[in-house]
């Protein structure tokens, strides 16, 4: 099993950044690819990157190439979204979620295939 708890969502300005934090518990952490995916009200989810802590291989969609980054902390068990360049677009609420990797082919694409998920942070860019 695995726990993911978001954090460092916030409110910022158009062209501003935001770094959300993913804490992860309870399971191995090679096993798992981490998903960042996100929900703006009224909408589906819409995943944005992932990272694969198998292998380290990164993944974004082609809304947030060029300004989002993934990155992980074995040490800390911490996977990171850093968001630049945010636009009005990027307002959701963000969610990091779990798959064996096994399966990281649905990290982006497949959001009923992911395993486990947190329970989110809101991210509000002002225009």
């Known amino acids: 099993q695995v726990q993911l708890v978001e954090s460092g969502g916030g409110l910022v300005p158009a062209g501003g950044s935001l770094r959300l934090s993913c804490a992860t518990s309870g399971a191995a952490w090679e096993a798992y690819a981490i998903g960042w995916w996100r929900q703006a009200p009224g909408k589906e989810r819409e995943g944005v990157s992932c990272?694969?802590?198998?292998?380290?291989?990164?993944y974004y969609s082609e809304a947030v190439k060029g300004r989002f980054t993934v990155s992980s902390d074995k040490a800390k068990r911490m996977v990171y979204l850093q968001m630049d360049s945010l636009k009005s677009e990027d307002t959701a609420v963000y969610y990091c979620?779990?798959?064996?990797?096994?399966?990281?082919?649905?990290?982006?694409?497949?959001?009923?295939?992911?395993?486990?998920w947190g329970k989110g942070t809101s991210v509000t860019v002002s225009a």
């Open positions: 990272v694969d802590n198998g292998d380290g291989s990164t």
């Open positions: 979620a779990a798959v064996p990797v096994q399966r990281t082919w649905v990290c982006l694409s497949h959001a009923h295939g992911m395993d486990y």
